[in-house]
């Protein structure tokens, strides 16, 4: 199976549609086979759930993300997992080891918008690094 994690600076990502580059770990029996990072190409709704489905992803793991992200994706057979954060290493083993647990969206609903491109802080209340975008 395949699992996405949306990465900023090697931790999960607060906005999945807005981070700079999505991990893609392959796992078999609760073994890494490979990791590797893939460049967002982009965000606009319902293009990251096909794009990442034609990458044969299974799991999309992510600090935030809206209802409607959430069920495009179910739509695309792709669950996802969210109110995740942490170093992007320490989440693939846990999600290999059946011990990743989700919880509630770090961010707002409209919160994301313009993550990565225009803003320096991100405009949500929560616990991720501080709400600072690493450039």
Known sequence: MKIAISTD?????????RCPVFTIAEIEDGKVL???????PG??????????????????ICGGMGNRAQSIFAEKAITPIIGVAGKINEIIDQFAQGRLQGGVSLCEPGAGK??????????????YKDHKISR
């Open 9 to 17: 600076s090697g931790f999960v990502s607060a906005h999945f549609g």
């Open 34 to 40: 490979k990791i590797e990072e893939i460049n967002n």
């Open 43 to 60: 965000h606009q709704p319902g293009f990251l759930p096909a794009f990442l489905a034609k990458q044969d992803v299974n799991y999309i």
């Open 114 to 127: 313009g993550y990565g491109i225009e803003k320096e802080e991100c405009n949500h209340s929560g616990n």
